[in-house]
């Protein structure tokens, strides 16, 4: 299977956002939250959500970097944590195998606890202080590593996060072999073309985590809808904005004259008692409002372009036959100007009136026996002839032409409309009803234009031009329009007097409540539809970020470079350990966001839910569980150092020798610590160390003991006489003596044997692994599972009695220091020179030993 070239295949399919990301990944390893950021817009845009073809992702082909060599020197400065107070540092040294022995409760654990903390391993425990002494001020401590050969000093404290140049340390220890045991888990190594679903995996989560970060920012602010209005159509369309059109919105938010008509309307039916009454006070109301639409009508039409073109019709045809009639009273006889004039007809007609008087029975003017009705003289042939023209003129055609059009002009102007006066406009508009005041405006400038039109004309326009007023049609249709609501209105009133169904009438009130509620609402409804709108964008955007197809096609790629490969270093690591017996096998179990998860499981069992943990021994689950360990994490690139606390707890006599030959193994590679309470283990790990060569043990095998002392543990011991060999252990035993002497030279002969006991004591011990080391040539040890020949059985035949009883003498000696004696038979120290002479007989007595055997050989 071509992986590299699978992937990009599939890679290609993805939209363009997706293949970014992992363009990202393959170049830069890991993504900041500014690719994050830059990844979220990507996917935003409609390209972004696309498949594309531009991108090579050439990076899948390139080789993985060598891994680095980690190694931990030492733990230092330890305060505060557990129980431990090191007095010195812990050194891990230079060698390989660091194998640290210690009692139970020494500080192992403790130490373990640690470098799991510190390295950010999942099942790290938090650590605690010493609960037997006060919380100290700071629980910290200082690490000191080695990458690639450059030492590192980290200053860590237990509040601090881990340190990422340790993070690719390993331990095992309990809680690591449950885990294996019981748990499923993903490989800790993946290579590196396959971690990229995971990192594509985890990217996408944090694109879908950025998107519903920036959705929980869309909060509604829209007003909660008031109970009252619960069962109204409105709560339905309130609770569904998101899902009206823009033309079902417009509707609901908009709020009529006619709405808020209706509104009142019900609200005044719900009010009365006496419909009949309400009837009539609506019609009376139509009655006024009926004066306002007549007043407007007449004006409108008097005021109008049309009328006032007219009136000036009649006015110029007034005024031209009066020219006309002018020019034609200029009689020959006449010896002034202006007959026929204005004032000239005016004078004329009062001389007709007054003519009556002095002569009734005459017809004007009287000529015959008369005098002037004006200056009263006698009138001359020339006077009464003057007076017959002037009276023949004032009947004649054009003068009646004259006054015939000027009447008419009169009458055009005296059927013009008056004029409502202000205070009688208010009065007439509270009486209909029209309170609104762009009404009143509205009314208010209409009158005032037809007052300026109405004066201009009645001056014949003489300072200023009549000006016609607005048109007046489409308000005279609105008030047509209430005036025709309130007969509808006053009709229903009539019908509610015969029955009116309240219940009905209450809710349709509700309901327009509701409706004007809302549309009262509008500004907060358009901002809380377009939070809807992104709502339900970042819904479908949410749904392009899912990890199902990346971990799809993860267990498929996984399947053959990962699975298989884990299945095969488990049972390799059985194998190992000596652990094929087992009934037990690695198996895939399912594949969390890209990542392929693993379980221990029972090999054949009937019972399909039957787990390891139930079924096999201690140390049978304990060995498994170290496979599954080893099988996890010693493929990944570069040495890292593994850390086993341990390890070989529950385990018999067997299983602990292939353990330790996997440790010695693994410290050929990398650096091991070994933490143990087993003397068994520790020998085992010194004889297998020899068996590398003695070149190698010198500079890999490094044993160390820790102890606790006074309740606080984690100190680091001396090299004691059990823990080095026979030569070292008699000449630290001599250098102890040497300490006592000097005690008892200082205090007296108490303060001597305190010391001397235990020199004895251990003088006793040493002598039995001179049995094992030197006599027996180490071909039989304690604590050892074989029995070693070659090279050494050869040694044996040099054995003389001389050498047995020496052995025996000093046995018998000495044994009364570890063994208990009869309370009747005192035991007594050895004085110093005593002592001093036993011990330095058994050192001359092995160099003797070697001597002999050398020249043998």
Same mark, same amino acid.
């Given at each position: 299977?071509?992986?590299?070239?699978?992937?990009?295949?599939?890679?290609?399919k993805q939209n363009d956002w997706l293949q970014e990301a992992a363009d990202r990944l393959l170049k830069n390893g890991e993504l900041s939250p500014a690719d994050i950021t830059a990844l979220v817009a990507i996917l935003k845009t409609?390209?972004?959500?696309?498949?594309?073809?531009?991108?090579?992702?050439?990076?899948?082909?390139?080789?993985?970097?060598?891994g680095d060599e980690l190694r931990l020197v030492r733990i230092a400065e330890v305060v505060g944590i557990e129980n431990l107070e090191p007095r010195v540092p812990l050194e891990f040294g230079s060698a390989n195998l660091t194998v640290i022995y210690g009692h139970n409760g020494s500080g192992k654990s403790s130490y373990t606890r640690i470098l799991k903390k510190v390295s950010g391993k999942p099942r790290a425990v938090d650590l605690k202080a010493n609960v037997f002494k006060a919380a100290p001020a700071h629980s910290k401590c200082s690490i000191t590593s080695q990458l690639n050969g450059v030492e590192s000093l980290h200053e860590w404290s237990v509040?601090?996060?881990?340190?990422?140049?340790?993070?690719?340390?390993?331990?095992?220890?309990?809680?690591?072999?449950?885990?294996?045991?019981?748990?499923?888990s993903a490989a800790t190594y993946i290579p590196p073309v396959i971690s990229l679903f995971e990192k594509l995996a985890s990217a996408v989560e944090m694109v879908r985590q950025s998107l519903e970060s920036e959705q929980r920012a869309l909060v509604s602010a829209l007003p909660v809808l008031p109970p009252i209005y619960g069962t109204t159509p409105s709560k339905k369309l309130y609770s569904e904005l998101g899902k009206l059109s823009v033309a079902e919105l417009g509707t609901a938010l908009r709020w009529a004259a006619e709405d808020e008509l209706r509104l009142v309307e019900l609200v005044e039916r719900l009010k009365t008692e006496d419909p009949s009454s309400l009837a009539q006070q609506k019609r009376r109301t139509k009655a006024e409002l009926q004066k306002i639409i007549s007043a407007l009508q007449q004006a409108s039409t008097a005021f109008g372009?049309?009328?006032?073109?007219?009136?000036?019709?009649?006015?110029?045809?007034?005024?031209?036959?009066?020219?006309?009639?002018?020019?034609?009273?200029?009689?020959?006889?006449?010896?002034?100007?202006?007959?026929?004039?204005?004032?000239?007809?005016?004078?004329?007609?009062?001389?007709?009136?007054?003519?009556?008087?002095?002569?009734p029975e005459t017809a004007f003017p009287a000529t015959a026996d008369a005098r002037c009705v004006l200056c009263h003289q006698e009138l001359s042939e020339d006077a009464q002839q003057r007076l017959k023209d002037f009276e023949s003129f004032v009947h004649s055609k054009l003068e009646s032409d004259a006054k015939t059009a000027e009447a008419e002009y009169k009458a055009g102007l005296d059927q013009l409309p008056g004029i409502t006066a202000e205070q009688d406009m208010q009065t007439q508009c509270q009486a209909a009803g029209v309170t609104d005041e762009a009404w009143w405006n509205? @009314?208010?400038?209409?009158?005032? &234009? #037809?007052?300026?039109? %109405?004066? !201009? +004309?009645? /001056?014949?326009?003489?300072?200023?031009?009549?000006?016609?007023?607005?048109?007046?049609?489409?308000?005279?249709?609105?008030?047509?329009?209430?005036?025709?609501?309130?007969?509808?209105?006053?009709?229903?009133?009539?019908?509610?007097? @015969?029955?009116?169904?309240?219940? &009905? #009438?209450?809710?349709? %009130?509700? !309901? +327009?409540? /509701?409706?004007?509620?809302?549309?009262?609402?509008?500004?907060?409804?358009?901002?809380?539809?377009?939070?809807?709108?992104?709502?339900?964008?970042?819904?479908?955007?949410?749904?392009?970020?899912?990890?199902?197809?990346?971990?799809?096609?993860?267990?498929?790629?996984? &399947? #053959?470079?990962?699975t298989e490969a884990y299945v095969e270093r488990f049972n390799r690591e059985l194998l190992a350990l000596g652990a094929t017996r087992i009934q037990v096998e690695m198996v895939k179990t399912r594949t969390r966001n890209a990542k392929v998860l693993h379980q221990l499981k029972l090999k054949g069992a009937q019972?399909?839910?039957?787990?390891?943990?139930?079924?096999?021994?201690?140390?049978?689950?304990?060995?498994?569980?170290?496979?599954?360990?080893?099988a996890d994490v010693c493929d990944k690139p570069g040495a890292a150092p593994f850390l086993?606390?341990?390890?070989?707890?529950?385990?018999?006599?067997?299983?602990?020798?292939?353990?330790?030959?996997?440790?010695?193994?693994?410290?050929?590679?990398?650096?091991?610590?070994?933490?143990?309470?087993?003397?068994?283990?520790?020998?085992?790990?010194?004889?297998?160390?020899?068996?590398?060569?003695?070149?190698?043990?010198?500079?890999?095998?490094?044993?160390?003991?820790?102890?606790?002392?006074?309740?606080?543990?984690g100190h680091p011991a001396d090299q004691d006489v059990w823990n080095a060999n026979t030569k070292k252990a008699n000449n630290l035993l001599?250098?102890?003596?040497?300490?006592?002497?000097?005690?008892?030279?200082?205090?007296?002969?108490?303060?001597?044997?305190?010391?001397?006991?235990?020199?004895?004591?251990?003088?006793?011990?040493?002598?039995?692994?001179?049995?094992?080391?030197?006599?027996?040539?180490?071909?039989?040890?304690?604590?050892?599972?074989?029995?070693?020949?070659?090279?050494?059985?050869?040694?044996?035949?040099?054995?003389?009695?001389?050498?047995c009883k020496l052995i025996d003498t000093l046995m018998t000696k000495y044994s009364c220091y570890e063994h208990s004696q009869s309370s009747e038979i005192p035991v007594f120290i050895p004085d110093e020179p005593e002592l001093r002479q036993d011990l330095e007989a058994l050192k001359a007595w092995r160099e003797d030993l070697s001597k002999r055997r050398a020249e043998a050989a």
């Open positions: 299977m071509d992986v590299q070239a699978e992937i990009r295949t599939w890679l290609l409609p390209a972004g959500q696309k498949p594309t073809k531009h991108r090579g992702f050439v990076e899948l082909t390139n080789n993985p970097k060598v509040e601090g996060d881990a340190v990422d140049t340790l993070r690719g340390i390993d331990i095992f220890d309990s809680d690591e072999a449950s885990h294996y045991l019981t748990a499923e372009i049309d009328n006032i073109q007219a009136l000036r019709l009649l006015r110029q045809d007034a005024v031209s036959k009066r020219q006309i009639a002018v020019e034609g009273a200029k009689v020959k006889s006449a010896a002034l100007e202006g007959v026929g004039t204005a004032t000239w007809r005016a004078m004329w007609e009062a001389a007709r009136l007054y003519s009556a008087t002095p002569y509205y @009314l208010k400038g209409f009158w005032q &234009q #037809a007052l300026s039109a %109405k004066n !201009a +004309l009645i /001056a014949h326009e003489v300072n200023q031009a009549a000006n016609p007023v607005h048109p007046v049609d489409e308000n005279l249709a609105k008030l047509t329009e209430y005036r025709n609501e309130l007969e509808a209105t006053a009709t229903q009133y009539d019908q509610d007097a @015969l029955g009116f169904d309240r219940v &009905q #009438a209450t809710n349709q %009130k509700l !309901a +327009l409540e /509701a409706k004007k509620w809302i549309t009262e609402q509008a500004a907060a409804i358009g901002v809380e539809v377009d939070r809807l709108r992104k709502v339900k964008d970042y819904e479908s955007w949410k749904g392009l970020a899912g990890t199902r197809a990346i971990s799809m096609k993860s267990a498929e790629v996984t &399947q #053959a470079v990962v019972n399909g839910r039957a787990m390891p943990d139930s079924v096999l021994s201690e140390g049978e689950r304990r060995i498994i569980s170290l496979a599954a360990f080893l086993f606390d341990d390890p070989i707890s529950s385990l018999d006599h067997d299983f602990e020798w292939f353990v330790a030959c996997r440790l010695v193994e693994l410290a050929k590679t990398r650096q091991v610590i070994v933490l143990t309470h087993r003397l068994s283990l520790y020998g085992i790990l010194e004889d297998l160390a020899r068996k590398e060569g003695e070149k190698w043990k010198a500079a890999h095998h490094q044993p160390m003991c820790i102890e606790a002392y006074a309740g606080v543990a001599v250098t102890k003596l040497d300490t006592a002497r000097k005690a008892g030279e200082a205090g007296g002969g108490a303060a001597y044997r305190m010391l001397a006991q235990g020199i004895c004591s251990e003088f006793r011990k040493l002598i039995e692994r001179s049995v094992e080391e030197d006599l027996l040539n180490k071909v039989v040890l304690r604590h050892r599972r074989s029995i070693t020949t070659d090279n050494r059985l050869h040694a044996i035949h040099g054995i003389e009695p001389q050498d």
